[in-house]
C-alpha cells in the first residue's frame, strides 16, 4: 500500500525554523521526483518546492527562495522541508507528494504528482 506520512508540523514564532518530514511506503521511493505544497485556509493548494529523483535538482517558489530547502535521503524513503525565517504568511497545511519521474526532471505542476500525504500543520504567530 502506497503511503505518505508527513510530520513536524507545529505553532513556531515568526523567524523561527522547522524541519518537515515525510516517509514515503509502498513504492521504489527513488523513481519519483518529490514535492512539497501548501495549502492556507479558503486558498487553492500551491506548489513550495520539488526534488528531482536522486536529489540532483531542485526548484522553489519565489515567496520560499531563499529560506527553504527540500533534500532527500533515498535510503530513508523520506525527504524533508527546512524552513528558516519563518513568516505568518506561511501559515498553512504542508502536504509532500510523489511524481512519477525522469532522472533530472523537478515539477511544481500538482496534476503531475500521483499521490499525496495527509498533511501538517504549520501555524507561524507574529
Known amino acids: 500500500q502506497v503511503q505518505l506520512v508527513e510530520s513536524g508540523g507545529r505553532l513556531v514564532q515568526a523567524g523561527g525554523s522547522l524541519r518537515l518530514s515525510c516517509v514515503d511506503s509502498?513504492?521504489?521511493?527513488?523513481?519519483?521526483?518529490m514535492g512539497w505544497f501548501l495549502q492556507a485556509p479558503g486558498k487553492e493548494r500551491e506548489f513550495v518546492a520539488t526534488?528531482?529523483?536522486?536529489?540532483?535538482?531542485?526548484d522553489y517558489s519565489d515567496s520560499v527562495k531563499g529560506r527553504f530547502t527540500i533534500s532527500r535521503v533515498n535510503a530513508k524513503n523520506t525527504v524533508y522541508l527546512q524552513m528558516t525565517n519563518l513568516k505568518p504568511e506561511d501559515t498553512a497545511i504542508y502536504y509532500c507528494?510523489?511524481?512519477?519521474?525522469?532522472?533530472?526532471?523537478?515539477?511544481?505542476?500538482?496534476?503531475?504528482?500521483?499521490?499525496w500525504g495527509q498533511g501538517t500543520q504549520v501555524t507561524v504567530s507574529s
Open positions: 507528494a510523489a511524481a512519477p519521474a525522469s532522472y533530472y526532471a523537478t515539477t511544481s505542476k500538482t496534476v503531475q504528482y500521483h499521490d
Open positions: 509502498g513504492r521504489t521511493f527513488s523513481s519519483y521526483a
Open positions: 526534488i528531482s529523483r536522486y536529489g540532483n535538482r531542485t
